[in-house]
């Protein structure tokens, strides 16, 4: 069997992150649903099912097959993410504040995305660090308000989305 990668025609290389459209579209919903939600109350579920719903393009959205090692690196995020949840529910006292809760979740979900660069491209986990950073200051700055650090990270979320999204690769 002859497998050959796509190729870029402008350069005739293999694309390194043939699945970085689909993973653009899916944070530019995933974060407009957290923003709208600032505004209207349940839009971040809309957004969350949405974006879900939206990897059923990812085929179609990609620029070719993506190698073993990407999807491996995916699912170990994945993995990695509900470990963390699963951690987070443990150990995070039940009575702790809503707000502090959230922004655990922000940085589950930003340490998620770092070893999704090695699928999506370094992006990702620029991406990752800023979430990272942006809940770490919302919870050090107890009595912040919280749905400025929400914005930023939908803002985060959407303007990578887009920026992932219009790639060439």
Known sequence: MNFKLPVNKSDNLPYSY??????????????AGIIINLFFKGAFIMGSVLAVMSLM???????????????????????????????????????????????????I??????????????????????CILNALAAMVLIGAINELFLLVDGALKFGFGVWLFKSKN
């Open 18 to 31: 043939p699945m970085v459209r689909a993973g653009g579209l899916f944070l530019m919903i995933f974060g």
């Open 109 to 130: 979900v930003g340490v998620h995305f770092l070893p999704m660069a090695i699928s999506f491209g370094p992006r990702f986990g620029i991406l990752g660090l800023l």
């Open 57 to 107: 393009f990812s085929k179609k959205l990609s620029f070719g097959k993506p190698r073993r090692f990407q999807i491996i690196a995916l699912l170990f995020a994945v993995l990695l993410e509900i470990i963390l949840f699963f951690i987070m529910a443990q150990v995070l006292p039940a009575d702790v504040a809503e707000s502090v809760r959230l922004m655990w979740i922000l940085l």
